[in-house]
């Protein structure tokens, strides 16, 4: 057995961090029932309230809240001493290994990065204020999210996230890829929007009732409109978070885009007076790099809260290679960034490499773009001309080496 193979198996024996017992529950949620009545006007604190005065991350405080899964000893510590308590040995307990789980690792292992990082995924990055933000909008009646960011920069494990938070606050949700549609979808309007409106009525186990609301009298939005008002959200007994993700691949389609992102504006613009819409939070998730229509861009892409997702910074990136188990300092980390930038794609690709002990941090910094052994051919040539060699971290971009 190798030493990486020896520490992971005793890794995988580690027991798990901490939950709080029903006393110590208790105990916390009456000191912040009490600081809400003192300090905020008898008003619940909301988790970006609660993250700011813990200092601790939103998803943390929903692990500690729901005692579901465990958290490490100190960020009990830290959220109890935000409220003026002392944690003891009766607020908190371990759970105990069942013999399945002492037999497999208690870590997920690094996933391959390729896609959405796993909603559990202990390598997914905060890029603060961003995450916060995104929670605190989705809740909003009415609320419009635009994502934006060159590709594989995180779009759509945010994405997640953010449906995820809806769901954890109650909300519906429906998830929907534009690269799920057909080719011929994008040359008819109306039948384009009867997709759209069937993949919702899937998503939320209603019926299929187009038929009974679309007449051609009206056309293909107006009945998409009210099939929407009518039906969908005329159901729904929550707020329904509608998670539009590439929806960039409608920019080569001018007339079909112009009339389908006016249709979303106007939604929009609607949940700003009307209950019935208020139910409707939308994200709209595209790339930076495709260019973006003139007239699409008087429809949703100028209202809304934008959202740009920033490279990682060298901080960032030291402490995802922690979650690696390795030990890089921050000479290291700025050197793998002189190469790629703080592209999170192009990070883990080295840091799943170094972590399999397929390759040294060395050999990526030395070995030439254009080698077939290199480990980032492969992104290179998808995404960008072949004769562009190196990340440019100034201009974000790809550009001659």
């Known amino acids: 057995m190798t030493v990486m193979a020896q520490s992971k198996s005793s890794k ?64 009990l510590k830290t959220c109890f001493k ?24 208690l870590l997920l292992e690094p996933e391959l990065p390729e896609g959405q990082v796993p909603l559990n995924s202990q390598f997914y ?6 995450e ?10 009415g609320a419009l999210i635009r994502l934006k960011a060159a590709r594989r920069m995180g779009k759509s494990s945010l994405l997640a996230k953010i449906v995820n938070y809806g769901i954890n606050n109650g909300c519906s949700s429906v998830s929907l890829s534009l690269q799920l549609a057909d080719k011929n979808l994008f040359q008819d309007l109306d039948k384009f929007l009867k997709w759209f409106c069937a993949n919702i009525s899937l998503s939320l186990h209603i019926p299929n009732k187009i038929a009974d609301y679309w007449d051609d009298l009206f056309g293909s939005k107006i009945s998409c409109k009210i099939y929407f008002e009518q039906y969908i959200l005329a159901n729904l007994k929550t707020p329904l978070v509608l998670a539009l993700d590439d929806v960039d691949r409608l920019f080569q389609y001018p007339d079909l885009a112009d009339d389908f992102f006016a249709l979303l504006r106007a939604w929009h613009e609607e949940g700003k007076n009307r209950d019935i819409w208020k139910k409707l939070r939308l994200v709209v998730a595209h790339s930076s790099e495709v260019y973006i229509p003139l007239n699409v861009n008087h429809s949703p892409f100028n209202v809304g809260i934008p959202i740009e997702l920033p490279m990682l910074t060298p901080q960032q990136v030291q402490d995802l290679a922690k979650r690696y188990e390795l030990s890089w300092s921050l000479q290291q980390v700025n050197k793998l960034m002189d190469l790629v930038g703080g592209h999170p794609y192009l990070i883990r690709l ?23 052994n290199h480990i980032y051919p492969t992104f290179r040539t998808s995404f960008v001309p072949k004769k562009i060699m190196a990340w440019n971290p100034a201009r974000t971009q790809w550009a001659n080496k």
């Not at 990055?125 to 961003?130: F, G, I, L, T």
């Open 125 to 130: 990055v905060e890029r603060s204020p961003v």
């Open 132 to 141: 916060s933000d995104c929670y605190k909008a989705i809740l909003q009646p």
């Open 82 to 105: 935000a409220f003026n308590l002392s944690l003891t040995a009766q607020d908190f307990y371990r759970p105990e290994l069942s013999s399945t789980e002492v037999e497999q690792p």
């Open 12 to 75: 995988s024996r580690r027991r798990r961090g901490v939950i709080l017992t029903q006393q110590g529950l208790e105990k916390l949620q009456k000191a912040k029932s009490d600081a809400e009545y003192l300090d905020n006007h008898g008003n619940r604190y909301t988790l970006e309230v609660l993250s700011a005065k813990t200092e601790l991350a939103v998803d943390t405080l929903m692990k500690v809240f729901a005692c579901e899964s465990g958290v490490d000893k100190q960020t």
């Open 350 to 372: 080295a840091l799943y490499y170094v972590w399999r002990k397929d390759v040294k941090l060395e050999c990526i910094l030395k070995t030439d773009f254009q080698s077939p």
